[in-house]
Each structure stands twice: as structure tokens, then as C-alpha cells.
């Protein structure tokens, strides 16, 4: 008979991190989804500039003010959350959560910043496709700000609790801070449609 040969599996750890995690994977397949929707919200923006006889439509366009001090409060951000990740990497537990508050506060100011940032669109949602489709675009994108700031809230709670023993936490704040990096890089195309291509 012949011999088995036997994989002791016992001391590989419980979860992995980065692409051996199935979170990693889902992140990276949420945010395929949710970066198509984008493209197809630009698309029919692109649409409806081009049927449109003037454009922006019976409006001036969106003052710059509050969309570029979010443009650049977002990619300010970038810095502390590659930290994080970094040190979500290491296993520094002190660092993640330092750096989780701090992220949770860079996640707020946006949010703030957002709501100034309506209020300089000079249209209403309801008043023409144009309106329709800025206000569409920057309610999606608060959605996703808004998502990670309560997952980034979760993630500081939990890491201030027992549950930060957890070796898997760490590779849960990795994903977070990748899901981040997305919201800031499909922020800078919605940027330049509505303020940008509103100039042309």
C-alpha cells in the first residue's frame, strides 16, 4: 500500500489578508459594480450633454468652492488611510486605531463639505435632466462616503474592543482602506463632468 501523504493544515492561520481573504475578493467585486455604475451615470451625463442645446440646462454652472475643497480634502485623505493600511498590515493595534479615528474624521468632513456642496449646484433635482443627473451623481457618491464612514465607525469600535485580537480585523480594515481609495478615485472623473465639462 502506498504511503498518504498528509497536509498538516494546523498551523496555518484562520483568516488571511489581502488577496488570499474572501473579504478582498468581495471588496474588489463590490467595487467592480459599484465603479460600472459610476460609468454608466457619466455616460448618460455625456448623453444628455450632448442632446441638450446649452448646457449646463437654464442654469449657471455649480459654483467651484465646495466641490474643490472636497476634491481636495479627498485626496489629502489618501496619505493617513495608506498609513492605516500599512500598519493594519504590520498588526500595530495602537496605530489602527489612531488612524481609524483620524479616517473617521476625514470621512465626516466630506460629508459636511457635501451638504454645502448642493446647496451651490444653482438647480434643483426636479427642475430638468440636468439638474436630474447632478444631483444623481452626487447622491451616489455621498452613498459610498457615507458607507465607508459607518464601516470605518464599526471598524474603530470593534478595534477598541476585545475583537481586535482577532487577527481577521486587520484584514477587514486593509479592505476599508482599499474600498476608501476607490471612493476617492471614482470622485475625480464626477468632478470633472460637473465641473468641468459644465465650463466648456
Request: proline letters at 5%; hydrophobic letters at 55%.
Amino acid at each position: 500500500m502506498k504511503d498518504r501523504i498528509v497536509l498538516d493544515a494546523s498551523a496555518l492561520p484562520m483568516h488571511g489578508m489581502g488577496a488570499a481573504s474572501p473579504t478582498w475578493w468581495a471588496t474588489c467585486a463590490f467595487m467592480l459594480i459599484e465603479g460600472s455604475g459610476f460609468a454608466l451615470a457619466i455616460a448618460v451625463y455625456l448623453y444628455l450633454m450632448s442632446l441638450a442645446p446649452s448646457w449646463p440646462m437654464e442654469a449657471p454652472p455649480p459654483d467651484l468652492w465646495a466641490g474643490t475643497w472636497l476634491t481636495l480634502m479627498l485626496i489629502a485623505s489618501v496619505v493617513p488611510n495608506v498609513l492605516v493600511s500599512r500598519w493594519a498590515h504590520r498588526r500595530d493595534l495602537r496605530k489602527v486605531q489612531v488612524g481609524l479615528v483620524v479616517m473617521t474624521m476625514l470621512g465626516i468632513i466630506p460629508l459636511v463639505l457635501r451638504a454645502f456642496e448642493f446647496t451651490t449646484l444653482h438647480i434643483r433635482w426636479d427642475d430638468n435632466a440636468y439638474g436630474s443627473i447632478v444631483w444623481m451623481l452626487l447622491g451616489l457618491h455621498t452613498t459610498h462616503i457615507l458607507t465607508d464612514v459607518v464601516d470605518t465607525v464599526v471598524l474603530a469600535c470593534l478595534m477598541f474592543s476585545r475583537h481586535a485580537d482577532n487577527t481577521r480585523r486587520y484584514g477587514d480594515v486593509q479592505d476599508n482602506c482599499m474600498y476608501w481609495n476607490f471612493v476617492v478615485v471614482a470622485w475625480l472623473p464626477l468632478y470633472g463632468c460637473i465641473y468641468g465639462l459644465a465650463r466648456l
